[in-house]
């Protein structure tokens, strides 16, 4: 796995990292929960979280850190290692929302099942974006906007607008 970073990329501003991660991890967050629901079928829920969860967490960690957050290349192992601890408390959200479920509702139906799973994931999802743009890839960030002035200015003074700022790709 790659560890090096590209500093020609710029780092963009809090919001348009928070519309990137919502569209890349709400993505995998909505693929996700078809994917749970159907691996619940053949084995337990909470062992078909468990392998989603990690599957979801190093697919959304890569997206992260190519276009969300800046970095400009590949995560890094560690960034990995910090992803995966955010992404078990987020395992836990989405096991108890569905387990306090299971006692409230003595059959509940597929529908309802996801409105509960994506509203934890949604809830979970807020909590991994601060975690993730403040601990796991601020160093990347920091890397992208070298000099002396603080890296929030540098960010929010060259984050590109428009098109380019949500699909660096485009």
Avoid at 22 to 43: K, N, R, T, W, Y
Avoid at 126 to 146: M, Y
Wanted: one cysteine or more; glycine letters at 10%; charged letters at 10%.
């Amino acid at each position: 796995m790659e560890t090096g970073h590209s500093s020609s990329r710029q780092a963009p501003g809090a919001f348009v990292a928070f519309a990137r991660f919502v569209l890349c991890g709400g993505g995998v967050g909505v693929a996700s929960s078809f994917a749970v629901a159907g691996l619940a079928s053949l084995m337990p829920w909470i062992l078909a979280n468990a392998l989603i969860t990690v599957a979801s967490t190093l697919l959304a960690t890569e997206l992260h850190a190519r276009f969300t957050f800046g970095a400009g290349g590949r995560a890094t192992w560690r960034q990995h290692w910090q992803s995966a601890g955010s992404a078990v408390a987020a395992y836990a959200v989405t096991s108890v929302a569905m387990l306090v479920l299971t006692q409230l509702v003595a059959s509940p139906g597929a529908v309802l099942e996801q409105i509960v799973y994506l509203s934890a994931s949604g809830f979970a999802g807020i909590g991994r974006f601060v975690v993730l743009r403040v601990v796991v890839f601020a160093r990347s960030r920091a890397q992208a906007a070298p000099g002396s002035a603080p890296v929030a200015a540098v960010v929010r003074a060259q984050a590109p607008v428009g098109a380019q700022a949500l699909c660096p790709a485009a």
